[in-house]
Structure formats: C-alpha cells, structure tokens
C-alpha cells in the first residue's frame, strides 16, 4: 500500500501549485482521498477529502474558496489545486485514505493511509 504524493514547492504568496496523489489501485477503488497538512509546531490538520466517485468533496474553511480537490480515475490521480496562496497556509501536505466518509469529524486518526508528506512553502 503505497501513496505517492508530489508537487509541493516554493511560491509566493498569491500564488498556485497542484499537488498530485497516485494511491496504488486498491485504494483508490474503495478508499476516501484526503488531504492533511501540517505546519511547524502544530498539529495535523484536515484540509478537503473527495470521494471515489468524485461526487462529494470537503474542505476546511480556512481552504474554501482558494482550495480545489478533484480525482482522475483513469490515471489513478487525485489532485489538490491551491490558489491564492498565504503564508500561513506553509506545511508539509499529506495525501491520506480513509475507509469512510467522516463529514464534519475528519481526524488523522480515521486516515488508514497516508503517504509521505510533500513540502509547501509560501513567501510573503
């Protein structure tokens, strides 16, 4: 079971980047995708989850608007777009898969897998 996640970088604020997540193919079949972030010094937090089908997503409020996640089933892909950067959005992002859909409650502790973490650095 492996979550290959890619694309993180440095940019500056105002700025975009696209994560990729590629989940080995069970998975990403019958798993929830998410993503987590996490800054220095503080927890691990939510930040949007996409079905499998695509048909549902989430997002944290203090992604909303800026934040989109969507899922390529023919290439085994799920994306996070992030627009309109801020600095304070600088964390190590992981790709994440849940075996439920937690609504409101999304908690690390419900991930079943995670990937590695990919830095993203925004500059003021």
């Known amino acids: 079971v492996q979550l290959q996640a890619s694309g993180g970088g440095l940019v500056q604020a105002g700025g975009s980047l696209r994560l990729s997540c590629a989940p080995s193919?069970?998975?990403?079949?019958?798993?929830?995708m998410a993503w987590f972030r996490q800054a220095p010094g503080k927890a691990r937090e939510f930040v949007t989850a996409?079905?499998?089908?695509?048909?549902?997503?989430d997002y944290s409020d203090s992604v909303k608007g800026r934040f989109t996640t969507s899922r390529d089933n023919t290439k085994n892909t799920v994306y996070l777009q992030m627009n309109s950067l801020k600095p304070e959005d600088t964390a190590v992002y992981y790709c994440?898969?849940?075996?439920?859909?937690?609504?409101?409650?999304?908690?690390?502790?419900?991930?079943?897998?995670w990937g590695k973490g990919t830095q993203v650095t925004v500059s003021s």
């Open positions: 994440a898969a849940t075996g439920g859909w937690y609504g409101s409650s999304w908690h690390p502790d419900r991930v079943d897998y």
């Open positions: 193919g069970r998975i990403f079949s019958t798993y929830v």
């Open positions: 996409i079905t499998w089908s695509g048909g549902s997503t």
